[in-house]
């Protein structure tokens, strides 16, 4: 057999043995062997020179074959002599020589341990059998050889394929840090393109908002509004492109704040619903019953997805309505928006969600976008653990929908709203032919359990009203456009005597100056729940109709419920009296921002708002300005130059802490809205945060919020 036998080494044999006979015979056996002849190299040690040999250098792993004499050698030392070349040379193979001696082998092994490769040959030796001997060792020895050289190449193979690995996992390091880098090129490239396109889309947003206010025709009132809704457009996209890309960084943070998700989708319908109002769309809004007060999340990307959704269902409605529904449901937050607009195709669908897709994309599709909104608002989705989707049919709308899971903090619970019996009893007609106005009332009255019913034409009113005694009657202003008697119909026809009217009215109405329409009171076409429940409150607390002129209350702006008046049937004799001199307003605001125009949007915002300012063009002049003078609240640019927002900010608040001085409310007004802006403004000292541009009545908002809690006595700023 010659496969076995490694050629990188000599198949060397050594013997111990106290005589000369088995090395003679051992040399003829070999010489027998062809494939051993060549190759075999004898050494004959005596036995018991062994130690002294293995203490002076001797290898036995230089052979490949041991072979001891046992009956020339006594036993005991045969048998430690055999352990001990296991323990020096493991690779080197053993045999056993006993001659005529018989021997308890399992005894003999157990009580020495021997070692396993251990071969013995018993009786006596001749050349046939010592050959046999030798062959058998040759075997085994190539066999280990053949292990041991494929051990050694397998672990060559090893370093190599480590070798690799490591030289890629550095290859991968080195692109991780240029993607990382990249990425904060961008991301700073991103923040800085935001910054100044905001800049001046504040500008344009704000003094388009000025000028609706001015006296105008209705051409010019147009190109107004056609400006702001441009504006409002490429912000959208601004939005988009930059949450897009921030997305695909993963350098979006989610906030796990409490916050209101009725106020919340309240204040976002409010925004939305003067470009539903242009298109000639109903815009609606329904909380469930259940909706807990307060909840843990990031309602700034819940509203923003609602926004995505919303917007797209104006923008793809032509006429009819858009409803926006929310319930709080196995502890999620679940939100749909529903239009009845164009309808998407089925071949569309699977796209939908997809970067810069929209459902056609050819050069002649009707409506404008970059299809980024959908796949940000599916990425928001994700990144907050929840679901996405929609359902539609071509040609009759569609329902897009999202879920969220979020926690309820203590307390976070609802309360339902306590309905006094009297007010319960009230059995409602609502008159409209608008769905979303219909379905908002119909909900909330069946949540807190009093009956209605819902007509959607003239005629049927007056004949629900003539059939059955209702308490209240809502009725849509836009059902008084070819029918201004109605109103009258149905206090005539009417069972009860003391029917309640409300007119639903759009935010600008123009209902006052309609003197011959008689009514109770005005309410807001955007139904909020608290406003339906006070109408109702305010309606308890009317006195008895009697048989005098009733005068139009005000129009309802957002939020209010507003009574109307009693005509004087004499007229009121009043002394003439003095033109006041006009007083100092009370509130001074400093303004520190180094954009001009921006500059004189915001004195202009604060000065028709009745606030009083002063304007620093960075923050060196803010500080010299608040050593000379008392202010009320600042609002704060972040970059300007001489001195930032940051550190303007900072010295306020060391100078306030030197002179123990209550902090004064500083508003950051930056149009930074990259992830960590927020914090980076609060960390600094400032008590709260806006992007721009800037929503007037937002701003407004914040303002009479920041004066109301400084005025608090032992306020502190956050």
């Not at 923003?304 to 032509?318: G, L, P």
């Not at 059955?468 to 009417?494: I, K, Q």
């Amino acid at each position: 057999m010659t496969g076995g036998l490694s050629s990188n080494r000599q198949f060397k044999i050594v013997l111990f043995d106290n005589g000369a006979d088995m090395g003679e015979l051992l040399t003829r056996a070999v010489a027998n062997i062809p494939f051993l002849s060549q190759s075999v190299m004898t050494k004959q040690i005596h036995a018991g020179n062994a130690r002294k040999i293995f203490s002076a250098g001797f290898s036995p792993e230089d052979f490949a074959v041991a072979i001891i004499r046992f009956d020339h050698t006594n036993s005991s030392e045969a048998e430690q002599l055999a352990v001990e070349l296991s323990r020096y040379s493991p690779n080197t193979e053993l045999a056993m020589c006993i001659g005529q001696q018989s021997f308890d082998w399992s005894t003999l092994f157990k009580k020495n341990q021997m070692p396993a490769n251990l071969l013995c040959v018993e009786g006596s030796l001749d050349v046939f059998r010592a050959r046999q001997m030798l062959q058998c060792l040759a075997e085994k020895f190539g066999l280990r050889q053949q292990l041991e050289n494929e051990r050694t190449s397998n672990a060559r193979k090893l370093r190599q394929k480590n070798d690799q690995l490591n030289r890629m996992i550095q290859r991968l390091r080195e692109s991780r840090d240029e993607i990382e880098s990249g990425n904060q090129m961008k991301s700073e490239f991103l923040a800085n393109v935001s910054h100044e396109m905001r800049t001046p889309v504040h500008a344009i947003q704000g003094i388009s908002d000025l000028l609706v206010d001015t006296s105008l025709d209705d051409e010019q009132q147009e190109f107004v509004q056609t400006i702001r809704r441009s504006s409002e457009l490429l912000l959208g996209i601004i939005n988009n492109v930059l949450n897009f890309s921030r997305l695909q960084t993963s350098v979006i943070r989610l906030e796990e704040v409490k916050f209101d998700p009725e106020r919340m989708l309240e204040g976002t319908v409010t925004v939305l619903n003067e470009d539903a109002r242009i298109k000639g769309l109903d815009l609606g809004l329904i909380i469930k019953n259940g909706m807990p007060k307060q909840l843990f999340g990031d309602p700034m990307r819940i509203q923003q997805i609602v926004r995505i959704f919303a917007e797209n269902a104006i923008k793809f409605t032509e006429k009819g309505s858009v409803l926006i529904e929310a319930e709080f449901r196995s502890d999620n937050l679940v939100i749909s928006v529903t239009d009845t607009g164009i309808g998407i195709e089925d071949n569309s669908a699977k796209k939908l969600f997809e970067p810069f897709r929209q459902s056609d994309n050819s050069t002649t599709r009707q409506f404008g976008g970059i299809g980024l909104g959908l796949s940000v608002a599916q990425q928001l989705t994700i990144l907050m653990n929840g679901d996405i989707g929609f359902k539609s049919k071509p040609g009759q709308g569609s329902m897009f929908w999202f879920l969220v899971p979020l926690k309820i903090p203590d307390n976070g619970n609802s309360v339902p709203l306590l309905v006094p019996e009297q007010i319960a009893r009230q059995n409602t007609l609502i008159v409209t032919s608008s769905p979303p106005l219909s379905l908002a009332i119909r909900s909330y009255l069946e949540q807190w359990h009093m009956p209605s019913k819902a007509v959607t034409k003239r005629e049927l009113a007056i004949e629900a009203i003539a059939e059955s005694h209702y308490n209240v009657a809502f009725v849509d202003e836009t059902m008084l456009d070819n029918a201004s008697s109605l109103l009258e119909e149905l206090r005539h026809a009417s069972r009860n005597k003391q029917l309640r009217i409300v007119l639903c009215v759009f935010k600008s109405s123009n209902i006052e100056n309609r003197r011959e329409i008689r009514y109770d009171l005005t309410m807001n076409r955007l139904v909020r729940r608290t406003d339906l429940f006070e109408t109702f409150q305010r309606l308890h607390e009317l006195p008895e109709i009697l048989d005098v002129k009733t005068i139009p209350a005000e129009p309802a702006k957002a939020g209010e419920v507003k009574l109307a008046k009693t005509a004087v049937t004499q007229e009121t004799k009043s002394a003439p009296t003095k033109t006041p001199e006009p007083e100092e307003p009370a509130t001074r605001i400093l303004i520190v921002e180094d954009n001009r125009v921006n500059q004189r949007l915001l004195v202009k915002i604060l000065t028709n708002s009745g606030f009083a300012s002063d304007v620093a063009g960075n923050g060196q002049i803010a500080l010299d300005l608040m050593a000379q003078k008392d202010y009320d609240i600042v609002l704060m640019d972040c970059h300007m130059p001489i001195l930032d927002g940051f550190e303007t900010t900072r010295q306020i608040r060391l100078r306030e802490a030197n002179e123990q001085v209550p902090p004064i409310p500083i508003l950051a007004l930056t149009a930074n809205v990259l992830e960590g802006a927020r914090e980076q403004c609060i960390e600094a000292g400032m008590n709260d945060y806006m992007t721009k541009p800037v929503n007037r009545r937002l701003l407004m908002e914040k303002i009479a919020e920041w004066l109301a809690a400084n005025a608090l006595p032992d306020t502190v700023s956050s």
